[in-house]
């Protein structure tokens, strides 16, 4: 009974050694921020006369949505690595347009609005640690009340959040309109 019993776990181990493992991969995560015909790598979804007619600040978000999933990196202003202000400072200067490197100084730039007049390729200024701003959001989006930005988090890289999250809410400082 006790060989039966050996050799019974022997013959399961040496199956479950050989049986081929399953392999997932993960696919990468798209953002698509919806009515906006540009898909994250900044490439058009479709050609339609509506595209002949983009504003600045539609090609402002397109180039900073080419950036999304672009890994943090403190002072970082190309695809190796970017932080929140550079990721606004570039897609602001690939369309002709100098703002200043840092969030608390782009913070100077514009004029200030509020929330309920915020338009896409706004900013939107946060305090994330104290009473001093130290992170920029540039809106890509707003339907109502839903208000989506696009910036570079420590955590997770460039990414596109809403203004109705807890932690933004709570971090909200300032809106400025610097086009």
């Known amino acids: 009974m006790t060989k ?6 022997l013959s399961l181990l040496l199956v479950g050694c050989f049986a081929k493992k399953k392999t997932t991969y993960a696919k990468p995560r798209k953002v698509h921020v919806a009515g906006d015909g540009v898909d994250t790598a900044g490439h058009p979804e479709s050609s339609t006369s509506k595209d002949l007619n983009r504003t600045e600040a539609d090609l402002i978000v397109d180039s900073a949505l080419a950036y999304s999933g672009t890994r ?11 932080d929140c202000s550079g990721l606004v400072y570039v897609a602001f200067q690939e369309n002709g347009e100098q703002l200043p490197r840092v969030s608390r100084d782009m913070a100077q730039e514009g ?6 007049k915020v338009e896409k390729g706004d900013l939107l200024f946060f305090a994330t640690q104290g009473s001093r701003i130290n992170h920029v959001g540039l809106v890509v989006s707003v339907r109502g009340k839903d ?11 460039v990414i ?3 203004i109705r999250e807890g932690y933004w ?3 909200f400082v300032k809106a400025k309109k610097v086009l």
């Open 147 to 157: 208000i989506r930005f696009i910036h570079s988090t420590s955590s997770r890289g």
């Open 4 to 9: 039966r019993f050996w050799l019974l776990c």
């Open 169 to 171: 809410s709570r971090a």
């Open 72 to 82: 943090y990196r403190y002072g970082g202003t190309t695809k190796k690595g970017m």
């Open 111 to 116: 004029r200030k609005i509020g929330l309920n």
């Open 160 to 162: 596109v959040s809403s």
